[in-house]
């Protein structure tokens, strides 16, 4: 009888193995519809502004990075939305989960309306004013910004709009009425830093842009104007982030040396690679966008914390 078993790779096959699979997937592909990555990242930057608020209860920072999150999550589904038929042009987004059919229009939209329904509810438990900020992002992010970019390469500015506001929502979650200095310093470096992402991106996929008709300053100006004006904004972003000591938001010897060292190594960084061969290198600085971004996060919390 021994002959007769079933082998053990048959066992992958069977009804229940092969529905928790699907069921997974399924899950992951709403993951996806929400951009998680990129929500948590948001909702991140949400935190810093908590914590530079100086208040802190583990019920509403939870309550908080939550909301901010599936907020983040509803606007990001509510472009793929949008953008369902023209991202089946773009190699890059072809197998969203709408596009690729996984999830359908009608599905997404209900997990959508949860997303921003119960965000909404964990930020109207903290403060109107965090409330009506994160509503403000999902207007701008998907009936301002995603609409706009296709129609003018300006809409960067509205998209970089909606980088500055969750460290406000941070802030006003935590219990404050009024701006400090500090938190509108902050809020202005996200807003310059989303300019040189926009930028990369701008650049790494403007053949998949031209497809799906978005505009792009690839098109529209020569490689020597559009490597002036990444070269600005992120100057720009870097004199904000010099200026961090000034408002409070580094207050330690030993962080203002390294606020220093940092910055002025992303600066030379970029401008080689904005000089280095044309340009071309522009494109790897994407990661090191990130990296820079985040370690302003880390450092402007746990630097406090630490030292």
Not at 246 to 265: D, E, F, K, M, R
Request: proline content about 4%.
């Amino acid at each position: 009888m021994k002959y007769l078993s079933v082998p053990l790779w048959l066992n992958s096959l069977s009804p229940s193995h092969l529905k928790n699979t699907n069921m997974m997937k399924i899950i992951k592909g709403y993951f996806r519809l929400g951009k998680g990555i990129l929500s948590f990242a948001i909702a991140l930057s949400a935190w810093v502004g908590y914590y530079l608020a100086h208040s802190f209860s583990a019920g509403s920072f939870v309550l908080m990075f939550l909301g901010v999150y599936l907020l983040s999550m509803g606007a990001s589904g509510l472009n793929e939305y949008y953008e369902r038929e023209t991202d089946k042009l773009m190699k890059r987004t072809a197998s969203r989960p709408i596009p690729s059919g996984l999830i359908s229009p009608r599905k997404a939209l209900t997990a959508i309306a949860l997303f921003i329904l119960i965000g909404s509810l964990c930020l109207s438990v903290l403060s109107i004013y965090a409330l009506l900020l994160g509503l403000l992002n999902i207007v701008l992010y998907a009936f301002i910004y995603t609409p706009l970019k296709y129609k003018t390469n300006l809409a960067t500015i509205p998209g970089g709009l909606v980088g500055a506001i969750p460290p406000l929502i941070g802030w006003y979650a935590a219990g404050q009425q009024s701006l400090s200095i500090g938190i509108v310093f902050f809020a202005a470096f996200m807003f310059l830093w989303q300019i040189p992402h926009f930028l990369i991106l701008n650049l790494r996929f403007s053949e998949d842009y031209k497809k799906a008709g978005i505009a792009t300053l690839v098109g529209e100006m020569s490689g020597n104007k559009f490597r002036l004006i990444f070269l600005i904004w992120t100057v720009c972003t870097v004199l904000v982030s010099l200026l961090f000591p000034s408002v409070g938001l580094i207050t330690q010897p030993v962080q203002l040396y390294a606020c220093i060292i940092i910055n002025i190594a992303v600066l030379l960084m970029f401008t080689y690679l904005v000089f280095h061969k044309g340009g071309e290198r522009i494109i790897k600085g994407n990661r090191y966008m990130h990296m820079y971004l985040l370690f302003q996060f880390l450092f402007i919390v746990f630097g406090r914390l630490v030292l």
